[in-house]
């Protein structure tokens, strides 16, 4: 039998690895707000692209473009700090995980509602999708370790 302390002892793992992806996703589309311009404007049908701005309006798109992902960058920040409150054991580490699953599953929710209704794309962006799957992901594994913790309680109390 695993004992107690062994259960769900890589959550942090997974949690790292979410906001290192998180991050990385904001990183690479801060780094080319062009190919984010481009890829934005591809989704509702649009034949505008990056080189078709004058440069004014290039220096207007890349502060709107690259607003939206310090935002992101900030959610990988606060999910490496709550894999580290997982790898250090902290009490704190599973009601903060909740928060930011929820957020996250939230922000994916409300980009691809954004995106479809106001945005009129015909599908969202793969950033929506790293945001709805990192959430459920986190979500589902907390949701699991909590019922497992629970489990191997009622069974010592047996």
């Known amino acids: 039998m695993v004992k107690e302390k062994e259960r769900g002892k890589n959550i942090?793992?997974?949690?790292a690895i979410m906001s290192i992806l998180i991050l990385f996703s904001s990183v690479f589309f801060m780094a080319f707000p062009?190919?984010?311009?481009?890829?934005?404007m591809e989704y509702p049908g649009s034949s505008l692209r990056?080189?078709?701005?004058?440069?004014?309006?290039?220096?207007?798109?890349r502060f709107l473009i690259l607003r939206p992902f310090w935002d992101e960058i900030i959610f990988g920040i606060f999910g490496l700090y709550c894999a580290w409150g997982f790898k250090k054991r902290e009490s704190y580490a599973w009601n903060l995980g909740m928060v930011w699953s929820v957020m996250v599953l939230a922000a994916g929710i409300a980009l691809g509602l954004s995106?479809?209704?106001?945005?009129?794309?015909l599908s969202v962006c793969v950033v929506t999708y790293l945001y709805?799957?990192?959430?459920?992901?986190?979500?589902?594994?907390?949701f699991i370790l909590k019922r497992n913790l629970h489990k191997s309680l009622h069974k010592q109390d047996e």
């Not at 995106?115 to 794309?121: A, L, S, T, V």
């Open 34 to 40: 062009d190919i984010t311009f481009d890829i934005s």
């Open 12 to 15: 942090w793992l997974l949690f």
């Open 50 to 61: 990056w080189v078709d701005l004058d440069e004014n309006s290039q220096i207007g798109m």
């Open 132 to 142: 709805c799957i990192t959430g459920l992901i986190a979500l589902s594994s907390l």
């Open 115 to 121: 995106e479809i209704f106001i945005g009129k794309w």
